[in-house]
């Protein structure tokens, strides 16, 4: 009997530190920023504008999204390969979303510099979203593409 | 004897609840493509389609069209609010595609998103955006799908 009482509590003591352990890891892991999104470097022309959207993929409202961007110079040329070197880097404050938010970063027209780049950072792993290229004079998407994992919570 | 009816009629139970579940599964419809949040031009239109792998497959579709209006700038920042939430009714296809379009230019809308679901995670999803007044594909969309 008393070895059986001494079992039950080594078992209820274990599963105690499971899942304090497990809820204190997923805790990390959602304060946790990482690269969500990267459109890697682009050369923008004269009219125009880099904009990256994002979107939450989850419901919680406890998530946020930063953007960072890059601006790279050319280094050297050789052969038709050129090098660029990065020659700036700005990096926007948490945006928080809430639910059915989203939110766009812009950058151009008139980009200086030989290259940009847009990162996308998070705190949730379900972010995700679009780059497009947009014609600032007509207002026309000229290329879009999407980054990030497919929202997988919208099922009806 | 009376064991082994017992450990059958639980096998058997599991059998019907593995079954149960799959068909469940497979008449669930989930999100399979999403075009994120996108402003298109005024004079252009996004033309989503979907179909089956296999021509044959009864593939049912469905549309959610999202709205978003602007709330707040900030330099290079925007931000989006949902202003409308709709979604179509199943389309069934087989041998057909089933087609969303959304129009540029939509009053009280500054940014659109299309979120494509169906009852099979193995679809062909298209998305483009067509000049409206040539009616020339300008940009394929290169969609998240999982």
Known sequence: MKRRITLSIAITLSIVAISLTSSDTAVSAQNQIRVVGDTGVMKLGPNQVLRVGAVDGDTDGSDFVLFRRVGYTHDACNGGVCKLVASSQTTSSPISLMTGEAVTFQVGPDVQGNGVRVVVLSNDRSMHGNASIVDQVTGAIVTSWSWGVANSGSSD | ?146
């Open chain 2, 1 to 146: 004897m009376k064991r082994k009816i017992t450990l059958n009629t639980f096998a058997a139970l599991i059998v019907s609840l593995v079954f149960l579940t799959s068909a469940q599964a497979q008449n669930q419809v989930r999100a399979v493509a999403d075009t994120g949040i996108i402003t298109i031009g005024p004079n252009q239109i996004l033309r989503i389609s979907g179909d089956g792998v296999d021509q044959d497959d009864p593939v049912v579709f469905r549309f959610r069209r999202i709205g978003y209006q602007a709330v707040s700038e900030a330099p290079g920042i925007t931000k989006y609010t949902v202003s409308s939430n709709t979604i179509t009714n199943p389309i069934m296809t087989t041998g057909l595609e089933g087609v969303a379009i959304v129009q540029g230019n939509l009053i009280g809308t500054d940014a659109v998103r299309v979120v494509v679901m169906s009852n099979r995670p193995n679809v062909r999803v298209n998305a483009a955006l067509i000049d409206t007044a040539t009616g020339n594909t300008q940009v394929l969309i290169a969609l998240l799908l999982p």
